[in-house]
């Protein structure tokens, strides 16, 4: 990464408050990058606060001759977004709707609005933005207008451009522009540079006539063809439109806004060649659908193997096809039928039959229900994402995944594609916009090698020749970048790329906005402005977890799982499932699984100066990360933040030993058992005035949070009196005790008790939250559990010492070695327990689920596989018996509301459904689930002085709300000590663990 650049513009910029100026080399890195396969650094990073901001950083970049880069969600593919320049960030602040007129059907926002966000604003008025992009979650209007991004359903809506009727922007000189349509008196663009431009597309009409593709993805170049004479809707907002920030900088974009899309129906037309279901949509097309969307046959596969997406494959799924079109109608309900009885005559016209009484197989599955509509929509995006999540070191690059060709060459262009990749030793998986010819495929290539770039661009050139015989457009919905700003002149002719750079001259004569983009471009396979680059390195390094499932040069693999952050934004979604949350409540780069991953790439290539990996600068990358598990689950590619960030403590409290507030957290486990008998004492730093203070100022826990309170009788299996439970009841904490199958006196016990229990044995994971300061919710387990007729067991310390623990709070100061210490303790008494198949119950999620995840990293032995398979949670355990049938126990009617938040680990490891099904138990309790990501609890985080607000803010974004909502006699349901905590805090309302809930519905004797 060159040193700084420019310390005057540096001055400048903080200096004339231009909102967030960052110059290090940190923030640098983390725009550095795009979902393309490109990074070239950027001279800053500038967040403005509001518009008049961000003039003012783009007018001093002007006067000190830099380049200004707009970017929203970075989400382009071809590499638009980065630059040797000032990024100007619109996503954090300039995200408003600015008016809304909803019997106008328009809006206007400011650019950095996230297309979710806007359409989530509009629904109320039955409206929406429509064009449907797979990256809504993250896309901003101002990024969507930058490339003139194209949804699923353009068939109906067209592309951005349909869709823009004004822009506001900021010329490069300074001028304020409103770009309209001609006929409106609002438009108002410098005279001279109007007449110019109307000038050119005059000279180049029969140019532009004879060379811009006629499909209706064409979205490469510059949009001439918006203003040659003769149109009757000349808009010259359109000309910025698709125009990647390299004209101007937009300010406020009208948009013209569409009635809500009512009932679907949806016809999943399965063909046995996939030639053949190429050549169909041609004919498809005819019947007016709003969407014809692909999957082929190997993303059908790999949807198939996903858990949670099995289900909705095996709905539509019949036979084994080689493609299927999904066909997508919105009519009214009866036209939607008629739709589908005419699309399933047409596939018979084309002679597909199920028993192949026509030449060919195939056939229409209708799908009318919603729920099956929206999962094949997800199983689409899906396997997209599996296909992404390869962990080999080549990857599906794309570069060639945009062209769109007229439909009538569909079944051609993918065939000789095909071929052209296999001669290139590499292979695609076609996916997408079939109704509009724009087929998206990725070759997987490594691009560290030199032959794999020599064949990057054997396959582009030969695939774009390909595209202009049939009079198609190499750039068909994400963009030009740096991708294939190359081929504009094979594909629109040395006239009209002249054309193009006089237009960018004409706006820009010096370069500022964005430049190398569209037009002047460099090679694109130029690899110094690649991410993985010919100097790209990483150096050998010790981690404490395995990583052997990745590649990587050394490093365990830990490099390759780093890598596996492709930028595609998915973890900047801001609503719907968990990942990440406090970027929602921050909205900076910084603080999203994107940021610390790029981070955390550069810092072991060596990309961010020596000791980058231990640095403060690393420390805060990753001080937000509240170790949820949600980018391990929702990432697309499954990078697994929490896990890494192991790595990064475990190097720092090396290198720099642990803080008081660590030491107290993490340790907690070894000195609860002595500091519980001072629990009067302890419980008094939230009763006596200045204790919390005190306790704030000596070791970082917020005074403005109630610590858990330690409970006197905090549980100790040595003093239990449930029948089942198997101890030797003479053991105390410290004494030696003896491990379940090698006492002979704790076999003597357990041997009384198993009479009557029918062998149905199970071991109950005392956890250290509940151990000390919940213990009624072992009580309760223990009461359902003995109520079913289980034999509860309880697993001792083989060494006698202080209670079992997980590890985790060892894992969370990074104390790996300790956390590997407590692990082997637990796993060496639950051994035993673990060999014969009895399951492992927890009731504490962080907890439990570290023996699916951790332990088996720290321990790699086959009986920490074994815990892995057999460790269930709670509910986990009792949904799985009631679903087989052996669950032999009734619970009493509850006439409530429950309302249930999910702990982030169930959510990460998709357990939810099992805590609904086991409050489905009780007859009449309703259960509501509330929408919500992480509580903002996360263990320690909550509690941390210097992170309790973004804790709280984080709890205010739907959980508390929703509580504070929830009728007085509602239950409210929550698995995690620390969400209780959070609840507690934030509403005054009580949570209680499942376990209770069902405790308290046990039939009375
Ligand atoms: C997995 C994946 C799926 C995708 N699916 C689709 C899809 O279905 N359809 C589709 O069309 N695209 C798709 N894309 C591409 C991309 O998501 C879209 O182009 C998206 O609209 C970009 O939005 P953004 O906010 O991320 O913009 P950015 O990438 O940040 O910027 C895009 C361009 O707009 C410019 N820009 C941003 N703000 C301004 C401003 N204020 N003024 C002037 N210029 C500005 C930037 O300079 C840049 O050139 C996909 C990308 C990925 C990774
Ligand atoms: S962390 Fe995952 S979701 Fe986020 S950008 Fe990287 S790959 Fe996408
Ligand atoms: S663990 Fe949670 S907070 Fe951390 S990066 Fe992943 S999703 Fe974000």
Known sequence: MPARLLPGLERRLKAEVVGEARFDAFTRG?????????????????????????????????????????????????????????????????????????????????????????????????????????????????????????????????????????????????????????????????????????AIAAREAAEIERRFPKVQRRVGGYNLDAIVPGRNDINLAHLLVGSEGTLAFSTRIELKLSPLIGRRAVGACHFGSFHEAMAAVQHIVGLHPIAVELID????????????FKPTVDAFLRGDPEAILFVEFAEDDDENLRQLKRLSELIGDLGLSWDQSGAKWGGVVEVLDSKLQAGISEVRTAGLNIMMSMKGAGKPISFVEDCAVPLEHLADYTARLTEIFEKNGTRGTWYAHAAVGCLHVRPVLNLRLDKDVRAMRAIAEEAFAMVREYKGSHSGEHGDGIVRSEFHEKMFGTELVHAFEEVKDRFDPQGLYNPGKVVRAPKFDDRTNFRYGPDYHADEMTTALDWSAYPGSGNNGFQGAVEMCNNNGACRALKGGVMCPSYRVTLNERDVTRG??????????????????????????????????ACRRECPTGVDMARMKIEVLRARTEKFGLSLHDRIVGYLPRYAPTVARLSWLLNLRDIVPGAAKLSEAIAGFSARRSLPKWRWDYFQESKSSWPGIAVRRTASLRSPMSGPSTSSSSQDVDARHKAGHDGREVVLFADTFNRYFERENIDAAVAVLTAAGYWVRFAIPTDGGWPLCCGRTFLSIGKVDEARQEAARTLAALAPYVQRGVPVIGLEPSCLFSFRDEIPSLLKSDTARQLAGNALLFEEFLAREAAT?????????????????????????????????????????????????????????????????????????????????????????????????????????????????????????
């Not at 349901?973 to 209680?992: F, K, P």
């Open 885 to 1005: 049938g052996t669950l032999d126990l009734n619970f009493a009617p509850m006439k409530k509301r429950a309302l249930l938040h999910g702990h982030c680990h169930q959510k990460s490891f998709d357990t939810m459904s099992s805590v609904e099904a086991a409050l489905r138990l009780i007859p009449e309790l309703e259960i509501e689930t509330v929408e919500s990501s992480c509580c903002g609890m996360a263990g320690a985080f909550g509690y941390r002085a210097d992170t309790i607000e973004v804790s709280r803010a984080m709890g205010e974004l739907s959980l508390l709300p929703a509580v504070r909502k929830a009728p007085d006699d509602a239950l409210i349901v929550a698995d995690g000590t620390s969400c209780r905590q959070q609840i507690h805090d934030g509403s005054g309302r009580e949570a209680i663990h499942v376990a209770r809930v069902l405790a308290i519905a046990l039939p009375q004797p």
């Open 30 to 198: 983390r725009y550095a990058t795009d979902a393309s396969h490109y990074q070239v650094t950027p001279l800053g990073v500038v967040t403005p606060r509001t518009i008049e901001q961000a003039e003012r950083a783009i007018a001093i970049c002007r006067a000190e001759g830099v380049a200004v880069t707009p970017r929203g969600g970075g989400t382009s593919q071809a590499g638009q977004t980065v630059n040797h320049a000032l990024v100007v960030d619109c996503s954090q602040y300039l995200n408003r709707i600015v008016a809304l007129d909803a019997a106008a059907r328009r809006c206007v926002v400011e650019p950095g609005i996230v297309l979710d966000e806007l359409n989530r604003a509009l629904k109320p008025s039955g409206l929406w933005f429509p064009v449907d992009i797979s990256t809504a979650s993250r896309a901003t209007i101002g990024g969507m207008v930058g490339n003139n991004s194209c949804g699923a359903r353009s068939l109906r809506y067209g592309n951005t451009r349909e869709n823009v009727i004004a822009i506001d922007a900021v010329l490069a000189d300074g001028t304020h522009a409103h770009f309209g349509p001609l006929d409106d008196a609002k438009t108002d663009v410098p005279r001279a540079l109007m007449r110019d431009l109307f």
């Open 596 to 629: 610390r991953a790029n981070s955390l790439r550069l810092a072991i290539t060596g990309q961010l100066g020596p000791d980058a990996f231990t640095s403060d600068e690393m420390a805060a990358t990753l001080k937000l990360c509240v170790s949820c598990k």
């Open 297 to 308: 046959r190997t993303m059908l596969a790999l949807a198939r193997d996903i858990a949670m």
